[in-house]
């Protein structure tokens, strides 16, 4: 496969040609750097000695070379390789895609020193675009207005991937794993969705789709209300099935709607982010939050379905990636598959490689259903999944920060703790620890406060009628169980700066 990225200097050709080849495992070429490296000169050079009719052959000849030559690269073009008629026939064969990005924007964009077409005038950009946007209009359009370039990734690897169904069954519900699966959501009709979803992937759901606003907000009396309205309006029975498409909220919150509308409708989810995919979306737990509490009332209902697409999660911003890596990690270590993963493709994982995500979502989803399917109603065994949240969860309403990066370091204070007892090997909580750090900053735990975190620790749910709090342990891959924790074991290695000892 051939990916080629055409669009007006500026447009993020590179950038974001160089991130779909990370993600897609293809090499990235940019044409302008192979002239210049034929040539031993940059473009603004070779524009001023030899003419722009010379750099233009030149293109020709290193367009048909890759064409007849390569495979499995993504190639940017530059700006002006549409103006040749046989060029644009070459790349229809193509899988081209147009970056479109607004006038406006690439104006501010462009520096008019580097770029021979415009010398030290910007507003010749303006004629440029008039003279090519035709030409560009002719190749699949990618608008880039209201896109991050991962984002416009995301979009790009939606297009031409896709990859054979994988079956994951279970007593809990099914669950398939699908490169570019997203794409099904177009057949179903009752959708709901966030704004971010809609903004991204506005071709692959349905015109009447029900668009939420992101995150947490969405997870309330006011929207359940919205979304009861919603399907009152089209007089949908209890024989319909809910679509929920988004992260953990969205799906959070349409489970429980399918749960109480009319006492039970059909439920099929579609998490897009990483931390849903590997956890939140899957085992079936639904719910809202009220009165400043999160997740207080909720129900347990599983879906027909839960269909996972990596590539959407490629599309997330830093943090909200990172976050769904460590609820992965965890996932690990609880099950003891996946993590020679961590320890051997973390840079991979970061560079958001597909075929490394879809490997850790397969084993999350597996190993959660497995979890889950021993307790379904979160009364025993699957309190184990809380590794590293009872301090987490404290840090994370202190902060502020996303859920899994408070996790991480809720992971690595309670093995210090367990080390400090004698119930883990210092070897192993380091081993975890060196992935967690290379996956979270730790720095920016700093400023928090022990005494802070233990005030919201003993109000927390984890807590029991004797004051004791149980926690998982994990002394080696795959071996946790619970332990019941004084309190005032908490705080003290929370004020041990020295926590490895």
């Given amino acids: 496969m051939r990916i080629f990225l055409v669009g007006m200097m500026g447009s993020g050709k590179t950038t974001v040609g160089k991130k779909i080849a990370e993600a897609l495992d293809m090499k990235f070429l940019d044409m302008d750097e192979m002239i210049e490296m034929r040539h031993g000169k940059s473009v603004m050079k070779i524009f001023e000695d030899e003419g722009e009719k010379v750099f233009r052959e ?9 064409i007849s030559e390569e495979d499995g690269v993504v190639v940017a073009t530059g700006g002006g390789v549409v103006l040749d008629p046989e060029n644009r026939e070459l790349l229809k064969k193509e899988k081209t895609f147009f970056l479109d990005v607004p006038l406006e924007e690439l104006m501010i964009r462009v520096d008019p020193f580097t770029r021979p077409l415009i010398k030290d005038d910007v507003n010749k950009l303006k004629k440029i675009w008039e003279e090519r946007k035709e030409l560009y209009m002719e190749f699949e359009k990618i608008p880039l207005r209201n896109l991050k370039p991962w984002e416009a990734v995301a979009r790009i690897c939606m297009e031409v991937v896709n990859g054979n169904e994988m079956i994951i069954e279970s ?4 669950l398939i794993i699908k490169l570019g699966g997203l794409k099904k959501a177009r057949k179903y009709r009752y959708v709901f969705t966030t704004e971010r979803i809609a903004r991204i992937y506005e071709p692959y759901l349905p015109e009447d789709s029900l668009i939420l606003p992101d995150g947490e907000e969405t ?12 399907l009152m309006e089209r007089k949908i029975t209890k024989d319909e099935t809910l679509i929920g498409i988004g992260g953990g909220a969205l799906t959070d919150l349409t489970g429980f709607v399918s749960s109480t509308f009319k006492r039970g409708t059909g439920l099929v989810l579609f998490p897009t982010t990483l931390l849903a995919q590997v956890d939140a979306a899957v085992g079936g737990k639904n719910a809202i939050n009220f009165g400043g509490v999160k997740n207080i009332v909720g129900t347990i209902k599983m879906p027909d379905e839960v269909i996972m697409d990596p590539v959407v999660v ?3 911003d830093d943090d909200r990636f990172r976050e769904g890596l460590v609820e992965a990690f965890k996932m690990s270590l609880l099950s003891g598959r996946g993590l020679e993963i961590f320890v051997e493709k ?4 970061l560079k958001r490689k597909l075929s490394a995500l879809l490997e850790i979502v397969r084993i999350s989803a597996e ?8 307790d379904p109603n979160d009364a025993g065994v699957r309190k184990i999944l809380n590794l590293g949240h009872t301090l987490g969860h404290a840090v994370e309403s202190i902060l502020g920060i996303p859920h899994g990066l408070a996790v991480a370091w809720g992971i690595e204070k309670e093995m210090a703790l367990f080390v400090k007892k004698g119930m ?9 620890r060196n992935v967690l750090e290379r996956i979270v900053d730790f720095s920016s735990f700093e400023s928090v406060k022990a005494e802070e975190v233990m005030q919201l620790v003993v109000n927390d749910k984890k807590g029991s ?18 332990v019941p924790i004084e309190p005032v074991e908490l705080m003290e290695v929370l004020r041990d700066e020295d926590t490895g000892n």
Avoid: A, W
């Fill in 346 to 349: 973390t840079t991979e994982l």
């Fill in 367 to 374: 190993e959660k259903l497995k979890v889950v399917e021993k």
């Fill in 314 to 316: 490629l599309s997330m």
């Fill in 219 to 230: 997870k309330s009396f006011d929207y359940l209300k919205v979304c009861y309205e919603y």
């Fill in 465 to 482: 009628r004797t004051g004791k709090i149980h926690i998982p342990i994990v002394d080696g891959p795959g071996k946790v169980q619970l």
């Fill in 171 to 174: 007593n809990v519900h099914p």
């Fill in 58 to 66: 030149s293109e020709k000849r290193i367009l048909k070379e890759i």
């Fill in 424 to 432: 883990v090997e210092k070897k192993f909580y380091e081993e975890v």
